[in-house]
Nanobody, 121 residues
Framework: QVRLVESGGGLVQAGGSLRLSCAAS????????MGWFRQAPGKEREFVAL????????SYADSVKGRFTISRDNAKNTVYLQMNSLKPDETAVYYC??????????????WGQGTQVTVSS
């Protein structure tokens, strides 16, 4: 079992940057791949990025490639999402999740409570 707590969300202007963090409890953090997902009002949850257990492999949704960077620090039990050049339509609640290496939500049994990101135009 792992507990996840996101932080770093907030209000930013279009073109700005935010860095999200997700702190995990427990000593098994490095056993899980980690993913970031987001859900905008009235829309389905969508995959944003993932990182493998060791951090050696990453994958991104096409819409964020080149602007977002996922990373992890297993010594700190933390995964990060650096978001640059943010757009208003990326306003959403951002969730981190722990599980298998995949882009589907059902591959991640553990989820944080989410952090709100609002991008103003």
């Amino acid at each position: 079992q792992v507990r996840l707590v996101e932080s770093g969300g907030g209000l930013v202007q279009a073109g700005g940057s935010l860095r999200l963090s997700c702190a995990a409890s427990g000593r098994t953090f490095s056993s899980y791949a980690m993913g970031w997902f987001r859900q905008a009002p009235g829309k389905e949850r969508e995959f944003v990025a993932l990182v493998s257990r060791t951090g050696a492999s990453t994958s991104y949704a096409d819409s964020v490639k080149g602007r977002f960077t996922i990373s992890r620090d297993n010594a700190k039990n933390t995964v990060y999402l650096q978001m640059n050049s943010l757009k208003p339509d990326e306003t959403a609640v951002y969730y981190c999740a722990a599980g298998e290496l995949g882009v589907r939500g059902y591959e991640y049994p553990y989820w944080g409570q989410g952090t709100q990101v609002t991008v103003s135009s």
